[in-house]
């Protein structure tokens, strides 16, 4: 079946630096990919998406490139911020599903 | 577009007692889900609807769960009785169409004593 696998949190990183979360993924078909984030206290928010392989999603600084080759969907973001803090997951849509498959989350902590 | 709106945002409740969470989901949207999420299950889908029928409730944990979608704005999921295995944050999230991301409301965190 379908499955997202997520590096283990928590991240722990200073303001400034270089994150990546890693995602990998098994799928039938040509899935969408998608990147959650979900900050303290609030439901998860659409981070950026993928739709076909080589596609590279942004959003508020934040990056992640659709690798067929790989089965991968990195999260990165150059310099990250305090408020960046939060739990990120990984997600995918397979085909004509309607579900999404969600990895297990990972959790930045950004200090200071 | 207010998003997709749930409530209560905290509920408190009795074991034994009825619980019912409340969602209404993005005007326009055909798809509707009902997700529980706790730190040692993370996400799970309960169930969700397409167009207003239910699609796929297999992960809705047992027959004391029970979820409706009356019409296209409005859902309601219902635990009769609860237990405080159950205690845990509920999300509703509405999507457009197949391919499409999700958008999640802030959630109901239920807490069952």
């Known amino acids: 079946g379908d499955s997202v696998t997520q590096m283990e949190g928590p991240v722990t990183l200073s303001e400034e630096a270089f994150l990546t979360i890693n995602c990998t993924y098994t799928a039938t078909g040509y899935p969408s990919l998608f990147w959650y984030v979900q900050y303290p206290g609030e439901g998860l928010q659409l981070l950026l998406k993928a739709t076909k392989a080589d596609d590279k999603g942004s959003n508020k600084g934040f990056e992640a490139t659709y690798r067929k080759e790989t089965t991968s969907f990195h999260l990165e973001k150059g310099s990250v911020q305090v408020s960046d803090s939060a739990v990120y997951f990984c997600a995918l849509r397979a085909g004509t599903a309607s579900k999404l498959t969600f990895g297990t989350g990972t959790r930045l902590q950004v200090t200071l | 577009d207010a998003g997709v709106i749930q409530s209560p945002r905290h509920e408190v409740t009795e074991m034994g007692q009825e619980v019912t969470l409340r969602c209404k989901p993005i005007s326009g949207h055909d798809y509707l889900f009902w997700y529980r999420q706790t730190m040692m299950r993370g996400l799970e889908l309960l169930i969700y609807?397409?167009?207003?029928?239910?699609?796929?409730d297999s992960g809705m944990p047992e027959d004391r769960f029970s979820a409706k979608m009356p019409n296209a704005s409005f859902s309601t999921l219902k635990i009769q009785p609860s237990e405080p295995r159950d205690s845990a944050v509920y999300f509703c999230a509405s999507s457009f169409r197949v391919g499409d991301g999700y958008t999640f409301g802030s959630g109901t965190r239920l807490t069952v004593v």
């Open positions: 609807f397409n167009n207003n029928v239910p699609i796929d």
